[in-house]
């Protein structure tokens, strides 16, 4: 069992819709969870940090995160074409590193 | 973009010679790391460093070395390249000011060992 592991994409949402990424971790010791876009060709950029249980929201983004669970999702809403990119799932314990996820590749169609 | 440059950017070499990616902050961060990417695999971590002259492993350190002699740069280096390590190269650093081990990555080198 991988210790991150992402819903398999690719996923693909009309423009508008809500896109659902969703990703589970192993090491319940996880303390930081992120969420990293990685538009191709380029490198990958933080989008959202979450660190207690519950939802955290900025703009057309929330993540949220149920450690009893060990899982963590990110929501998109009202999805964009420039949306279309890969969102790789982090986890960290606070150790200094973190472990990523093989990311989900989403479409959002026009 | 939290002041990371790589070089070189891109890098064509051969089978068995050594290669050496250089990754450099201007901001003062601690923490720099290692990662390398392929399809299928996501991101891994080659190593990290924590502070001048301090250096760990990560899950794919087989064939690398590093070295960190100043705050500002982070070396990665390829004794002996091989096929295998055929990949897109990043770097990255913590933030110090985030606590929470928020990375943020460089431009990355693709290297291509034939």
């Known amino acids: 069992q991988k210790e991150v592991e992402q819903n398999s994409g690719p996923l693909s949402v009309p423009e508008g819709a809500i896109a659902s990424l969703n990703c589970t971790y192993s090491?319940?010791?996880?303390?930081?969870f992120f969420w990293y876009r990685q538009y191709s060709g380029k490198s990958p950029e933080l989008i959202m940090s979450?660190?207690?249980?519950g939802d955290k929201e900025d703009g057309r983004f929330t993540a949220q995160l149920n450690k009893a669970s060990q899982y963590v999702s990110l929501l998109i809403r009202d999805s964009q074409p420039s949306d279309s990119a890969t969102y790789l799932c982090?986890?960290?314990?606070?150790?200094?590193?973190?472990?990523f996820g093989d990311g989900t590749t989403l479409t959002v169609k026009p | 973009d939290a002041g990371i440059t790589q070089s070189p950017r891109h890098k064509v070499t051969e089978t068995g010679t050594p290669v050496t990616l250089r990754c450099h902050q201007t901001e003062n961060h601690r923490y720099m790391y290692w990662y390398r990417q392929d399809p299928g695999h996501g991101l891994r971590l080659i190593h990290y460093s924590y502070g001048v002259k301090d250096t760990d492993k990560g899950e794919v350190s087989d064939g690398y070395s590093v070295s960190r002699s100043k705050t500002e740069d982070f070396l990665l280096t390829l004794e002996s390249a091989t096929s295998s390590q055929t990949s897109v190269y990043f770097c990255?650093?913590?933030?110090?000011?985030?606590?929470?081990?928020?990375?943020?990555f460089g431009p990355g080198t693709r290297l291509t060992v034939l």
């Open positions: 979450i660190y207690s249980n």
């Open positions: 982090a986890v960290s314990p606070n150790a200094g590193k973190s472990t």
């Open positions: 090491d319940r010791v996880s303390q930081s």
């Open positions: 990255a650093i913590r933030s110090i000011l985030a606590g929470h081990n928020e990375q943020f």
